[in-house]
């Protein structure tokens, strides 16, 4: 009888060391997808910016980081300047509801960690490589504009002639 409780026991907790290890590499295969999602998009915005709002992009950056005295960090996966606005681009694998009101919460605190951009007028980008029509018209409702992969790699989802907010 022992040794079967002792190889229940030992199969367990194999199967524990697997799950983790399982888990584990889930995470590793989401942070790869969303990389390679943003990988997409970035290279869009620049052409998206001079289309849509005739202007040349001043500076450009990817997942950029800043970390303020107080231990507080951002990381804002593109941000892309003219000279008057500064474009915030928020990107994920697969765009859900939450992710907008987490954006604009993202979009507000832009300042406290970027400051040299105070002057400038922010427009939201949302990217995904494809787009739920319910979330497309939350994002809209919120003054967002929203990307996703359509003729020219990644397009402007919203309804014509639709404005975005300025923050």
């Known amino acids: 009888m022992r040794t079967f409780k002792d190889g229940t026991t030992a199969f367990k907790e194999e199967a524990r060391v697997q799950n983790k290890k399982m888990n584990l590499r889930w995470g590793e295969i989401a942070n790869k997808l969303g990389t390679f999602v943003e ?21 450009f ?19 892309a300047t003219t000279g008057s606005y500064t474009f915030l681009n ?13 954006f604009i919460e993202e979009i ?24 739920n029509e319910n979330v497309l018209a939350y994002a809209e409702k919120c003054g967002l504009l929203v990307l996703a992969i359509g003729d020219s790699l990644m397009e402007i ?3 014509k002639g639709f404005k975005p907010k300025e923050w």
């Open 39 to 59: 990988n997409i998009v970035a290279p869009s915005i620049p052409r998206i910016i001079q289309e849509e709002y005739g202007l040349e992009i001043e500076t």
């Open 61 to 79: 950056g990817m997942r950029i980081k800043r970390r303020l005295k107080d231990g507080r960090m951002k990381e804002y996966d593109t941000i």
């Open 90 to 102: 928020f990107t994920r694998s697969t765009l859900e509801s939450s992710d907008v009101k987490d």
């Open 108 to 131: 507000m605190a832009f300042r406290n960690f970027f400051p040299e951009y105070k002057d400038k007028k922010i427009i939201g980008m949302l990217a995904s490589s494809s787009i």
């Open 157 to 159: 989802k919203n309804t």
